[in-house]
């Protein structure tokens, strides 16, 4: 296995009001914020184009689950499958099962603090 982070996926966290915190980067700091948060592209390594997505959720969100933290990280990964299998035979406990949509796959880890960090092999060519 060559690869295994990419890139900065994403960064999601928890907030109490979400539409609020969004209007107010939109504001202060020019975010383009819609529904999901903001989209920041940019071209990898090869020129292609790449997206990282930055998103507040609602505080009481169970997305970030089994962690307590109110954060989640998002890595850019090339080959979910065969890295989940690597991070788990290297005693780094895998949450869930992977879940397919078309513009990526996504799987998710924890580190040693109770950190889950979400993995994802994305299909960037499905944003455009």
Not at 12 to 41: M, N, R
Not at 72 to 96: A, C, D, I, P, T
Not at 99 to 124: A, M, Q
Request: with cysteine; charged share 30%.
């Amino acid at each position: 296995m060559k690869k295994r982070v990419t890139g900065l996926g994403g960064f999601f966290f928890k907030v109490k009001d979400p539409d609020q915190i969004k209007e107010w980067y939109k504001t202060h700091l020019g975010l383009p914020t819609d529904a999901y948060g903001c989209s920041f592209w940019w071209k990898d390594e090869q020129g292609n184009d790449a997206m990282t997505q930055w998103s507040p959720m609602k505080d009481d969100t169970t997305y970030f689950q089994p962690s307590e933290k109110q954060y989640m990280m998002n890595f850019r990964v090339e080959n979910l499958y065969e890295l989940l299998k690597v991070l788990k035979s290297e005693g780094v406990q895998v949450v869930g099962e992977v879940e397919e949509y078309d513009y990526g796959k996504f799987g998710w880890i924890l580190d040693p603090e109770g950190n889950k960090i979400e993995l994802w092999e994305p299909v960037d060519k499905a944003f455009l």
